[in-house]
């Protein structure tokens, strides 16, 4: 028969760890340390069909991005003005360079292997920087498909 002490600890271990499970679940998200692909392929539209940039690139750059590009994200406070909120992303992408190069272009229209948007999510090498999302789970084939069938088809503002 086990002792009070001991179903105590017991009882207490549980409820420690059901409340940090409920507590990384609800912060990982303002965390930046979810998995940012999160969402089903069947968000990320059929493939080969014409890709609209608000409706299925803006999700994924708000849902997956926006955490850290934004003001007062982590880019930007690595001095990364690069800001992939609703009202600025697309402008943010076809008019930049990257501060880390200037030579590169976040959005070459009609060109993803020439876009670093393109090569920071699809390559672990890219030409600058890291990998992103940063530190994350990379996006989906599906996700990266979307985005670089959307800069193929000539990066509209769709």
């Known amino acids: ?3 009070l002490s001991t179903r105590i600890g017991f009882t207490a271990t549980l409820v420690l760890g059901a409340v940090m499970m409920v507590l990384g679940t609800a912060c990982r998200g303002n965390l ?6 999160q969402g089903t392929d069947a968000e ?8 609209s940039f608000s409706a299925d690139v803006l999700p994924i ?4 991005c926006a955490t850290c590009h934004r003001d007062g ?4 406070q ?21 501060v880390q190069d200037q030579s590169l272009s976040f959005v070459q229209p009609g ?3 020439s876009s670093l948007l393109f090569l920071k999510i699809s390559s672990d090498s890219p030409p600058v920087g890291s990998r992103m999302p940063f530190q994350l789970v990379p996006l989906s084939d599906a ?4 985005i670089r069938d959307w800069i193929d088809q000539g990066a509209l503002d769709n």
């Open 1 to 3: 028969m086990t002792s």
């Open 32 to 37: 930046d340390m979810a998995s940012p692909d």
């Open 44 to 51: 990320d539209g059929p493939q080969g069909a014409a890709v």
């Open 61 to 64: 750059l708000t849902s997956v």
């Open 73 to 76: 994200g982590i880019a930007d």
């Open 78 to 98: 690595a001095g990364i003005a690069l800001r992939l909120v609703e009202d600025l992303a697309f402008d943010m992408l076809l008019n930049n360079n990257s």
């Open 111 to 113: 060109d993803s292997a």
């Open 143 to 146: 996700r990266i498909a979307t």
